[in-house]
């Protein structure tokens, strides 16, 4: 269980609307506000793309916007820094390939 | 390109630059507050626990709140904020270029510029630092203290000093198990407090040790620790593995400088305070008469000493421009001086307040 | 880290996969600032434009010339300072000024 449903200083998880996201075809859900890089943790996913020369994978790094280590292919658009950009209804995520194309 | 003109512009809306815009206002100049990011409060709003410091300093406020205080005496002073915006550059140390939404350029004619653009975490290197699951000790506190998630459940830390304790405990409050903190020096770098509290938790610690070699092929797997002598190379033979599918990196902060010195502000090397930062005056001014520099990004200490310094950088700067009458200035120029030195006492605030010292008093030789 | 020979294989940049090794290679061969590595090995061109890897690359230059860090640390930086897309440098904002 990645959520952190109970915390002793920030408490309950508050409720939140339930947003659908589709990642590598498979719909998983996911809550309004939050990043696309915690949705995907949050469901179990790690690895957010594959680098260029070695084919390796890449996950979060800095985690907040600065090293571009977490960029996927959101909505057909390439290099997208997935922890600092929200999800949206609807909202297709793809593990880049390298640097990625654009659809 | 477009232009409009501003009396102060602020860049960067964390503690120091928060501070910075709030105290200028109140002081009557016209602010405009510059932020790269989606949300203002720079790091703030992921430290969950109580800050250190007198009762002037919020001493017992988390994080978190002080920076929804922040955010509500902003917003009640009506600062212009524009989020979203980069500043990429200062020309003629009054212009700055704006990219706003990633799209626009636009050009703020200021006065005055304060450059709060805080510090960068550093990384360190050893094979399989590269792979899903290795991340900066600031990731995990992001994940885990805004986003409310665990980024895993068997964490290994390395550097014990306040930011490694103090996400090492967080993590642990968020119900993760914190395997071990390394410290490649034979002693420990945090807080007596903090380091007191993970102990308790039952985390072992193991100083003179570092990482040798993160293993696993899609993620990490394991860990791989070694032993290091007195001359901080790796002993033979001394390896051993820990399980873990996290390892947060927690070997410090370097001033993000690039706007400051790209600027043309003298740097000078603080080696305590992160390495090369703009110089400054007691008044946070920079060696450029219009720009001013306050919190992480000429020096690295805490966000308490980042608000001050952001107070200070505010006051001076709308000074400058003839608001406060010199009696209403140096009582409150005094007052700050005094709580930003308080901040810098004792066991660890003395090193730091050394190094502010060395930097003020070369002020006049590095200009 | 202590022996920077063992872990040639290693990457310094993350964004353009330059290893240690050619890194050492590069400042072997003479290229010792941080502009000049990256110019010899595209370390600190990629999408994050160095913010992850100069002050490593800077530290790994100062211990293997010997010359103090904060003497290879850079001290100027060009602009954007960010990276920019040609059409956000060109393009303007709309007449009606909007904040936010």
């Known amino acids: 269980m990645n959520r952190i449903v109970d915390h002793p200083i920030l408490g309950p998880l508050a409720d939140a609307e339930v947003v659908h996201i589709i990642v590598d075809g498979v719909a998983l859900t996911a809550r309004k506000g939050e990043m696309?890089?915690?949705?995907?943790?949050?469901?179990?996913?790690?690895?957010?793309?594959?680098?260029?020369?070695?084919?390796?994978?890449?996950?979060?790094?800095?985690?907040?916007?600065?090293?571009?280590?977490?960029?996927?292919?959101?909505?057909?658009?390439?290099?997208?820094?997935?922890?600092?950009?929200?999800?949206?209804e609807g909202m297709v995520i793809e593990t880049q390939l390298g640097s990625g194309e654009w659809q | 390109m477009k232009r409009v003109q501003r009396e102060i512009v602020v860049i960067g809306s964390g503690p120091a630059g928060l501070c910075a815009a709030i105290e200028a206002a109140q002081a009557g100049a016209g602010v405009l507050l510059l932020d790269e990011n989606a949300k203002p409060g720079g790091q703030l709003f992921k430290q969950i626990h109580k800050f250190f410091g007198s009762a002037d300093h919020r001493a017992g406020v988390r994080g978190l709140d002080i920076g929804v205080q922040l955010l509500k005496q902003a917003e009640d002073l009506n600062i212009e904020v524009w989020l979203n915006s980069e500043a990429c550059g200062i020309f003629d140390q009054n212009?700055?270029?704006?990219?706003?939404?990633?799209?626009?350029?636009?050009?703020?004619?200021?006065?005055?510029?304060?450059?709060?653009?805080?510090?960068?975490?550093?990384?360190?290197?050893?094979?399989?630092?590269?792979?899903?699951?290795?991340?900066?000790?600031?990731?995990?506190?992001?994940?885990?203290?805004?986003?409310?998630?665990?980024?895993?459940?068997?964490?290994?830390?390395?550097?014990?000093?306040?930011?490694?304790?103090?996400?090492?405990?967080?993590?642990?409050?968020?119900?993760?198990?914190?395997?071990?903190?390394?410290?490649?020096?034979?002693?420990?770098?945090?807080?007596?407090?903090?380091?007191?509290?993970?102990?308790?938790?039952?985390?072992?610690?193991?100083?003179?040790?570092?990482?040798?070699?993160?293993?696993?092929?899609?993620?990490?797997?394991?860990?791989?620790?070694?032993?290091?002598?007195?001359?901080?190379?790796?002993?033979?033979?001394?390896?051993?593995?820990?399980?873990?599918?996290?390892?947060?990196?927690?070997?410090?902060?370097?001033?993000?400088?690039?706007?400051?010195?790209?600027?043309?502000?003298?740097?000078v090397n603080s080696p305590a305070l992160g390495g090369l930062v703009p110089v400054h005056d007691a008044g946070m001014k920079s060696s450029n008469e219009s720009i001013y520099v306050a919190g992480d990004v000429c020096g690295v200490e805490e966000a308490s000493t980042a608000m001050e310094e952001g107070r200070i950088a505010g006051l001076c700067a709308a000074h400058s421009l003839s608001y406060l009458d010199e009696a209403a200035f140096s009582r409150r120029f005094e007052q700050l001086q005094h709580n930003v030195n308080a901040l810098r006492s004792g066991m660890f605030g003395q090193r730091r307040r050394e190094a502010k010292e060395s930097i003020v008093s070369s002020y006049g030789v590095h200009r | 880290m202590s022996d920077e020979t063992e872990n040639r294989d290693m990457l310094i940049c993350r964004c353009e996969e330059v290893t240690l090794g050619e890194i050492l290679d590069a400042i072997d061969d003479g290229f010792v600032t941080v502009k000049d590595v990256k110019r010899a090995t595209r370390a600190g061109m990629g999408l994050c434009q160095g913010r992850s890897c100069s002050r490593t690359i800077a530290r790994i230059i100062s211990q293997r010339t010997g010359k103090p860090l904060d003497e290879v640390l850079p001290k100027s930086y060009r602009y954007p300072v960010r990276p920019e897309k040609m059409s956000a440098a060109l393009s303007e904002e709309s007449e009606d000024e909007s904040d936010s």
Request: charged content about 15%; some cysteine.
């Open chain 2, 95 to 267: 212009s700055v270029w704006v990219v706003r939404d990633k799209q626009h350029s636009i050009t703020v004619e200021a006065q005055r510029i304060i450059i709060a653009t805080g510090a960068v975490e550093n990384s360190i290197n050893f094979p399989g630092w590269t792979l899903p699951g290795v991340m900066g000790a600031g990731a995990a506190q992001t994940m885990i203290n805004v986003n409310r998630v665990l980024p895993g459940h068997r964490v290994l830390m390395v550097g014990s000093g306040n930011v490694g304790v103090i996400v090492s405990y967080q993590l642990l409050q968020a119900g993760a198990q914190v395997v071990a903190i390394v410290e490649a020096a034979p002693t420990l770098g945090g807080y007596g407090v903090h380091t007191a509290k993970v102990r308790r938790a039952g985390v072992p610690f193991y100083a003179s040790h570092t990482v040798k070699e993160a293993r696993g092929t899609d993620h990490v797997k394991s860990a791989v620790l070694v032993n290091l002598d007195s001359n901080w190379q790796p002993i033979d033979g001394s390896e051993f593995e820990v399980e873990v599918d996290t390892i947060c990196i927690a070997t410090g902060l370097t001033p993000a400088v690039e706007l400051a010195f790209g600027s043309g502000c003298t740097p």
């Open chain 1, 36 to 88: 696309i890089a915690a949705a995907l943790i949050a469901n179990g996913k790690n690895t957010f793309r594959r680098t260029v020369k070695r084919d390796e994978p890449r996950g979060i790094y800095c985690g907040i916007g600065r090293c571009t280590d977490c960029v996927m292919t959101v909505n057909g658009i390439p290099n997208v820094r997935t922890c600092v950009t929200e999800v949206a």
